[in-house]
Antibody, heavy 121, light 112 residues
Framework: QVQLQQSGAELVKPGSSVKISCKASGYTFTSYDMHWIKQQPGNGLEWIGWIYPGNGNTKYNQKFNGKATLTADKSSSTAYMQLSSLTSEDSAVYFC??????????????WGQGTLVTVSS | DIVMTQSPSSLAVSAGETVTINCKSSQSLFGSVRQKNYLAWYQQKPGQSPKLLIYLASTRESGVPDRFIGSGSGTDFTLTISSVQAEDLANYYCQQYYDTDTFGAGTKLELK
């Protein structure tokens, strides 16, 4: 079965960077885009971008250009998101998610458990 | 970006009631190639990841109870939950995936 296992909570200082991971199992990692989604406390969901691990292609929500960098390691079936120049506005839970089908007819059917990032001095 | 406007923002219900959540998109979500509306609904309980309930506006994801019904086309969509149960108390979000994915602000379903 498809599983997405994310790394643990992070407490980071303003101005620094953080890299969170999402380890995939139960499917061919290189065949599906991996998406990342932000959820601030008490707020809704915001799509950050996706990476296609097969060739490393990425697409970002313009709002996150320069803030988020998506990478993937095929050898370990792990996707990564690095967030840079962190501010309090970046404090949120970040989810990785995969579509249900390759053609994205079925959207985010699979989700990681979420990684809480807290930006505080 | 396509803006998704969800209403109401919160809803207090009693068990057994039927509830309706609305979602309006700023442009049509109907794809002419597949003749489908690219609209999904998710349920999120506190401390959990969102769970996909409905996709293509009206198709239930595998394992989702048939009391969850999605309807609508173009720019106006509805999620109906018939005979609400205690386990349905959660936040509900609509999402368009016709273009760059965007979500509604959510509807909190609470117990009256």
């Amino acid at each position: 079965q498809v599983q997405l296992q994310q790394s643990g909570a992070e407490l980071v200082k303003p101005g620094s960077s953080v890299k969170i991971s999402c380890k995939a199992s139960g499917y061919t990692f290189t065949s599906y885009d991996m998406h990342w989604i932000k959820q601030q406390p008490g707020n809704g969901l915001e799509w950050i971008g996706w990476i296609y691990p097969g060739n490393g292609n990425t697409k970002y929500n313009q709002k996150f250009n320069g803030k988020a960098t998506l990478t993937a390691d095929k050898s370990s079936s792990t996707a990564y998101m690095q967030l840079s120049s962190l501010t309090s506005e970046d404090s949120a839970v970040y989810f990785c998610a995969r579509t249900g089908t390759m053609m994205a007819i079925i959207p985010f059917a699979y989700w990681g458990q979420g990684t809480l990032v807290t930006v505080s001095s | 970006d396509i803006v998704m406007t969800q209403s109401p923002s919160s809803l207090a219900v009693s068990a057994g009631e039927t509830v309706t959540i609305n979602c309006k998109s700023s442009q049509s979500l109907f794809g002419s190639v597949r003749q489908k509306n690219y609209l999904a609904w998710y349920q999120q309980k506190p401390g959990q990841s969102p769970k996909l309930l409905i996709y293509l506006a009206s198709t239930r994801e595998s394992g989702v109870p048939d009391r969850f019904i999605g309807s609508g086309s173009g720019t106006d969509f509805t999620l109906t939950i018939s005979s609400v149960q205690a386990e349905d108390l959660a936040n509900y979000y609509c999402q368009q995936y016709y273009d760059t994915d965007t979500f509604g602000a959510g509807t909190k379903l609470e117990l009256k």
